[in-house]
């Protein structure tokens, strides 16, 4: 890695806007390679496009078919048998993506699960972790924050009876300036801190592309008693992550942006390992039951002690199949690199 860093600093001295330089960067490039394992949309005269809606839908990497028709297959051959038989066993299917998504996002693997899709999880989280009282009932979020974000978090308001006025704060940019300080955000930690239940951010802003300085917020707003939420829909398979270590409580993300799983594939959840044996409120279903009497059908119910509480439903292995596929490459290739790419 510090070969490479080196390399960096020396090429970008001797930077030219010229097309040899960008191609001599390409010769130098061992990620570039990797371009080959995704379906790349033709234009009209047959070109490649270049592609740079990956923050909207990922393309389909080429090894996604073998992973669905695996399932396909094995649901051919085996019907009900393949939550047991199949090769890839759907009963304990989702825990197959729990090592990549955990290196992703700087998490145990207790701490994540693939689950639902964003928004549903959002609401699912702020269920657990939006508790309001007389005193302490206000959300921080951002004024430009995803609308589905802003819808999520105002009928989670009024869903308490409480007035969206007085509980929602939303941070803005300063005049003339198109990113909102840290400084401004902690501010309104300080000045309002103690009416403040919930602060819940996009970790990159969809919009201005701002990258939210978890570690801080995060540590900031715990001080004054606040739970902190991170939507990482533009953030995981983007940028470095280490949401145990920052201690973030919850965050959320979709797989079909930067993670390339398809249109409309299985989302994720985050939970930090201190609530797993907390008596949190959570909306419950029998795929959150502890896994050893969940087909005993028990009508008490006991949620598994990890992030996998919060499921619901049994997932759409078809789906969790595309999201492995792409996971592999992420394995393959690692954070460090694509973030040093990036830059
Ligand atoms: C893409 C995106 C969504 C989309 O939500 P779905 O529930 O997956 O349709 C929500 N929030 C943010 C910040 C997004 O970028």
């Known amino acids: 890695m510090q070969l490479q860093v080196d390399l960096f600093y020396i090429r970008s001295m001797n930077y030219k806007a010229t097309k040899d330089f960008a191609l001599s ?57 393949g939550h047991l038989y199949a090769k ?45 009282t007389p005193e302490r009932y206000k959300i921080v979020i951002e004024e430009d924050a995803f609308p589905s974000d802003i819808y999520a978090v105002e009928s989670q308001i009024k869903h308490h009876g409480i007035d969206i006025e007085k509980a929602l704060i939303k941070l803005r940019p300063r005049k ?4 909102v300080r840290t400084e401004d955000i902690i501010d309104v930690f300080e000045n309002e801190g103690d009416s403040i239940s919930l602060v819940m951010l996009g970790g990159v802003n969809y919009y201005t592309g701002q990258v939210f300085d978890f570690k801080n917020i995060t540590a900031v707003a715990h001080n004054k008693g606040i739970k902190v939420g991170f939507d990482l829909a533009h953030a995981v398979g983007n940028i470095n992550l280490e949401l145990h270590k920052w201690d973030v409580d919850f965050a959320v993300w979709c797989s079909y942006k930067y ?4 249109p409309g594939s299985v989302g994720g959840i985050f939970v930090h390992e201190k609530y797993h044996n907390s008596d949190l409120p959570r909306f419950c279903g029998w795929w959150g039951h502890n896994k050893s009497d969940r087909f005993d059908m028990p009508d008490s119910f006991n949620p598994i002690k990890t992030a996998e509480g919060w499921q619901l439903s049994n997932p759409p292995i078809l789906s969790l199949a595309a999201i492995r596929s792409s996971l592999a490459i992420f394995d393959e290739v690692g954070m460090e690199k694509l973030v040093f790419k990036s830059k």
């Open 259 to 262: 993670l390339n799983s398809g």
């Open 25 to 81: 960067l390409d010769v130098e490039d061992e990620l570039s390679k990797y371009r080959q394992q995704f379906h790349i949309p033709l234009q009209k005269n047959g070109k490649e496009y270049i592609y740079f809606c990956g923050n909207s839908l990922g393309l389909q990497p080429k090894k996604t078919k073998e992973f669905v028709d695996q399932e396909i297959k094995d649901w051919a051959n085996l019907g009900v048998e």
């Open 88 to 132: 890839n066993p759907w009963l304990p299917y989702h825990e197959f993506l729990s090592q990549s998504y955990a290196n992703l996002l700087g998490a145990k693997t207790t701490e994540v699960v693939a689950m639902n899709t964003l928004t549903v999880n959002l609401h699912l989280m702020i269920v657990s972790f939006y508790r309001p």
């Open 176 to 179: 003339g300036e198109s990113i």
